[in-house]
């Protein structure tokens, strides 16, 4: 176990590795965002629409992880960063209707290229205070400097309602001059379940939509 005598030390170990790191998640996110770009290509040219609006991607700050380490009771070193952390690379991508959220998920379970290890539907059993989206932990083989190892990757799916909620309510929450009063929690709340409602909703007028679009074609022909 590695041992330090400040916060300060911690940080120099994590800034002298950060390069390493970075090269290692870089690469894994390179992967999917890669696999992601094809299905979305592959769906533009099946459903003659695009099923992902948006595909970000980040690596934690070395302060994250200092902080997810310190939460964990975890030694600071890079066998706990690669071994015990599965959330340093993420990537989430924005989807504009629940079902295609679905879809991109069962497709990335069937690729191969990647295991799946862990699934997490908080659309179907959201979090208490609102908060949906579809996460999965991929692990994906990645090559650097001639060595090919597995990596880990968090996939946040949302469609853009969600992802409207989850960056407001993480500024209101977040702020340092906010509280964590009960009305405030409880309107944010309701503030989710109507987003997702109207997800639904919208999800309904587009295959309505796409009836009407079909029955118009058949009696033209």
Same mark, same amino acid.
């Given at each position: 176990?590695?041992?330090?005598?400040?916060?300060?030390?911690? +940080? *120099? !170990?994590? /800034? %002298?590795?950060?390069?390493?790191?970075?090269?290692? #998640?870089?690469?894994?996110?390179?992967?999917?965002?890669?696999?992601?770009?094809?299905?979305?290509?592959?769906?533009?040219?099946?459903?003659?629409?695009?099923?992902?609006?948006?595909?970000?991607?980040?690596?934690?700050?070395?302060?994250?992880?200092?902080?997810?380490?310190?939460?964990?009771?975890?030694?600071?070193?890079?066998?706990?960063?690669?071994?015990?952390?599965?959330?340093?690379?993420?990537?989430?991508?924005?989807?504009?209707?629940?079902?295609?959220?679905?879809?991109?998920?069962?497709?990335?379970?069937?690729?191969?290229?990647?295991?799946?290890?862990?699934? +997490? *539907? !908080?659309? /179907? %059993?959201?979090?208490?205070?609102?908060?949906?989206? #579809?996460?999965?932990?991929?692990?994906?083989?990645?090559?650097?400097?001639?060595?090919?190892?597995?990596?880990?990757?968090?996939?946040?799916?949302?469609?853009?309602?969600?992802?409207?909620?989850?960056?407001?309510?993480?500024?209101?929450?977040?702020?340092?001059?906010?509280?964590?009063?009960?009305?405030?929690?409880?309107?944010?709340?309701?503030?989710?379940?109507?987003?997702?409602?109207?997800?639904?909703?919208?999800?309904?007028?587009?295959?309505?939509?796409?009836?009407?679009?079909?029955?118009?074609?058949?009696?033209?022909?």
């Amino acid at each position: 176990m590695d041992i330090y005598d400040s916060t300060e030390e911690l +940080k *120099d !170990y994590l /800034k %002298n590795h950060h390069e390493e790191i970075a090269k290692r #998640y870089s690469a894994a996110i390179r992967e999917v965002c890669v696999k992601l770009t094809a299905l979305k290509e592959d769906f533009r040219v099946l459903k003659k629409r695009d099923c992902i609006s948006t595909i970000q991607s980040r690596i934690k700050s070395d302060d994250s992880i200092l902080k997810k380490l310190s939460r964990k009771k975890l030694p600071v070193n890079l066998a706990s960063v690669y071994h015990e952390l599965d959330d340093i690379a993420g990537i989430r991508v924005v989807c504009k209707f629940i079902d295609d959220i679905y879809t991109i998920a069962e497709r990335l379970k069937t690729q191969g290229d990647f295991e799946i290890i862990q699934t +997490k *539907d !908080y659309i /179907k %059993n959201p979090k208490p205070n609102g908060y949906r989206s #579809y996460h999965m932990i991929l692990s994906v083989p990645v090559t650097v400097e001639n060595i090919t190892e597995k990596v880990s990757v968090e996939l946040q799916l949302r469609t853009v309602a969600m992802d409207f909620w989850a960056s407001l309510e993480h500024d209101i929450k977040y702020k340092k001059d906010s509280c964590e009063c009960n009305d405030i929690v409880d309107e944010l709340k309701f503030c989710a379940d109507t987003i997702a409602a109207a997800d639904l909703h919208m999800m309904e007028l587009r295959d309505k939509v796409s009836k009407k679009r079909l029955q118009y074609k058949q009696f033209t022909q």
